[in-house]
């Protein structure tokens, strides 16, 4: 496995986790052909609060698409996630939690 792909095997865990003690979340991780426009890994509602994820390699950083498409979900209201490493994996189960 990638270490982009452990990354994301443990928000899939998160999100899994919260589904099925809580409820009230929805998620949706768009495959991205390169045709309409352009998404994070995950889009994301809990109870109303509209979030994305966008997971990478620890040394990775976001593209320039990335950022852009952040910056509009951060514009409309909702929240944007860069998880790249476990303390983020946990500090953003926390989070999920308290909603």
Not at 20 to 45: E, I
Not at 68 to 77: F, L, N, S
Request: charged fraction near 25%.
């Amino acid at each position: 496995m990638t270490p982009e792909g452990r990354v994301k095997a443990a928000v899939d865990r998160v999100l899994t986790e919260h589904a099925f003690n809580r409820g009230g979340l929805w998620t949706f991780k768009p495959v991205q052909s390169g045709y309409g426009k352009r998404a994070l890994d995950y889009l994301c509602c809990v109870r109303g609060h509209m979030f994305a994820i966008e997971t990478k390699a620890l040394e990775k950083d976001l593209t320039l698409l990335q950022r852009a498409c952040a910056r509009d979900i951060y514009k409309a209201g909702g929240t944007v996630w860069f998880i790249r490493n476990p303390h983020t994996v946990k500090v953003f189960a926390k989070w999920l939690e308290e909603r």
